[in-house]
């Protein structure tokens, strides 16, 4: 049976499993001095319009940090929206990382906006106060919503005025980037953002993350970042060559195409059942939904999913590259027969 509970759940694609396998021959040099990672430091940078630096990690939340600790400085603010992974998943990391406070800013999508922000852009200078530095978004939000090209262009350009930096957590960008039918630099660097997480592990990938950075001004410190957030890998060549495949024939696209065909399929069905209320569009590869407690309860015994909030019963199902039309009729079967 395979899990709605996360796209984390999910398999390595047969095609990156394949790249491992060849670049598994040999000896080569550690820490990213190898034609593995020239290669795929190259097919990266090509996805992009803006002059970048690109650099592999193995994880999300040390991407983050990474990141974040690239553009502030211990007394600055970091605003990112309530549900924010930086807020709510990644056990303070960024926070002890940067030494920064996070400002929370509550929001009914789960998208910052201009106008959300605006209250916040106040004491500038004033030694008192924590100074705004920088504004952490999700690409595709945490609750499966998607930014349009003319929302980032606007944070970026009030962040930019302000004298702020933006971060954009890409972990399922290539949903997002396939939902709007884009490309992944339409939606990321194109828009202005200083720095970008491009996800590759919720999208088949085996755990590997790429950095890219685009403001030029934060590329001296960027190494040295990632060395800090113990992100630098020995044997860099099986992080990168993951890439070259992931980006070959569009594979990225492809798999994240199948996991938001699979969310609408899962959707169409589910949205028949009366007792079923969606507390959030589906965009994504995401669902949020809120059914009577008694059958939540009932559905956990046959399949783990996360509650998204406890307090209303709002449970989320998520799925992958590898989920099959099988996959989600069992789970409707199952539901209905509740």
């Not at 970008?196 to 685009?214: D, P, Q, R, S, Y």
């Not at 993951?242 to 169409?268: I, V």
């Not at 507390?279 to 996360?306: A, C, D, G, W």
């Amino acid at each position: 049976m395979r899990s709605f509970a996360s796209d984390n759940n999910s398999s390595v694609h047969p095609r990156i499993m394949e790249a491992l396998m060849k670049t598994n021959n040999g000896h080569a040099l550690g820490y990213g001095d190898d034609p593995w990672t020239e290669e795929a430091t190259h097919k990266v940078k090509e996805q992009f319009s803006r002059p970048c630096e690109a650099l592999f990690v193995f994880n999300g939340t040390g991407s983050n940090t990474m990141a974040l600790q690239m553009m502030t400085r211990p007394y600055h603010i970091i605003f990112c929206a309530d549900t924010a992974h930086i807020a709510v998943d990644e056990c303070g990391a960024p926070s002890k990382a940067t030494g920064c406070f996070m400002r929370t800013i509550p929001t009914l999508d789960g998208k910052l906006t201009p106008e959300l922000l605006k209250p916040f852009m106040v004491n500038f200078g004033i030694e008192h106060h924590s100074q705004p530095g920088a504004i952490y978004l999700s690409q595709c939000s945490e609750l499966g919503t998607i930014y349009k090209p003319e929302e980032i262009c606007a944070l970026t350009e009030f962040a930019h005025r302000h004298g702020l930096f933006v971060h954009m957590d890409g972990a399922r960008i290539s949903n997002a980037a396939a939902a709007l039918g884009m490309s992944l630099d339409d939606i990321s660097g194109a828009c202005g953002v200083d720095t970008l997480t491009l996800g590759g592990t919720k999208n088949g990938l085996m755990g590997a993350e790429c950095v890219m950075i685009f403001n030029q001004d934060l590329i001296k410190e960027a190494r040295y970042a990632r060395k800090q957030a113990c992100q630098l890998a020995s044997k860099m060549r099986y992080i990168s060559c993951q890439f070259t495949a992931f980006l070959e024939d569009n594979l990225w696209l492809t798999c994240a195409q199948h996991a938001n065909a699979m969310a609408q399929r899962l959707y169409k069905e589910l949205s028949t059942i009366p007792d079923i209320k969606f507390t959030q569009t589906v965009e994504s590869n995401q669902l949020f939904f809120i059914m009577p407690r008694e059958k939540e309860n009932k559905l956990q015994k046959y399949y783990h999913f996360y509650f998204w909030n406890e307090a209303i019963g709002e449970m989320r199902l998520v799925t992958s590259f590898d989920t099959e039309e099988e996959d989600v009729d069992k789970l409707i079967a199952c539901i209905k027969a509740l």
